[in-house]
């Protein structure tokens, strides 16, 4: 609900322009990257993810970017538009192990009309 | 397919006060997981489940108790509620890591207050 909200990093984004969100990761061994949508009052939806295979995928209007030289990933929404606005969280984990996930902290994006 | 479905949505507790919450999900999953959601705190793992009679423990397991009987449920258990306890409760899903490229199934969560 509204209350996860709090105290989150928030993005602002003109609607129509395209927005960025960043996160930075932990674990070196971590390989599997995953970007997460959370509206209001609801749970997380899947919206991309990645492999340290790759340094870049592509979606619907959706574009992960993974440097794991620095160990940050980035998360690009071309085209904002209003439904965009939501908290978006990464996750990272070792795809081959059985050791969940760790989120991050989420960022808020909140689109202009 | 009604994916992961929590119940109950919300729920008010008394300091002491017990219950369970329940998970069910229709995906044939083997794994599952609770979380709980904290204003600024993210998504922090309580406990979690790799099979059916199998559980282990997260980040922040303290308090709570959870079971999985069958391979659809899992059940998260508060004893002895106490206020740290309120937050936003969880309850995810997935193929095994590393079979299957599966990332998590959520449900819409449990709002628990404890008062």
């Known amino acids: 609900g509204e209350s996860v909200g709090l105290h989150l990093p928030t993005l602002s984004v003109q609607e129509g322009d395209n927005s960025i969100i960043n996160c930075a990761y932990s674990n070196s061994a971590s390989d599997y990257f995953i970007w997460y949508k959370q509206e209001s009052g609801k749970g997380p939806q899947f919206i991309i993810d990645?492999?340290?295979?790759?340094d870049k995928r592509q979606g619907q209007r959706v574009t992960v970017l993974l440097n794991k030289t620095v160990k940050h990933l980035s998360l690009q929404i071309a085209a904002t538009q209003p439904g965009d606005s939501a908290v978006y969280f990464c996750a990272e984990g070792v795809y081959s192990g059985n050791t969940p996930l760790v989120f991050g902290k989420g960022t808020r994006l909140s689109v202009i009309a | 397919n009604a994916g992961v479905t929590q119940t109950p949505k919300f729920r008010v507790l008394k300091t002491g006060q017990s219950m369970t919450l329940l998970c069910a999900q229709d995906?044939?999953?083997?794994?599952m997981y609770w979380y709980r959601q904290d204003p600024g705190m993210g998504l922090r793992l309580i406990h979690y489940?790799?099979?059916?009679?199998?559980?282990a423990k997260g980040e922040v397991p303290d308090g709570y108790n959870v079971s999985r009987l069958k391979k659809q449920n899992f059940l998260l258990g508060l004893e002895s509620a106490a206020p740290s306890q309120t937050s936003v409760y969880f309850c995810?899903?997935?193929?095994?890591?590393?079979?299957?490229?599966?990332?998590?199934?959520f449900g819409n969560g449990t709002r628990l207050t404890v008062t």
């Open positions: 489940s790799v099979g059916e009679g199998t559980t």
């Open positions: 990645i492999r340290s295979n790759m």
């Open positions: 995906m044939n999953h083997e794994y």
């Open positions: 995810a899903s997935s193929h095994p890591q590393g079979l299957t490229y599966s990332p998590l199934h």
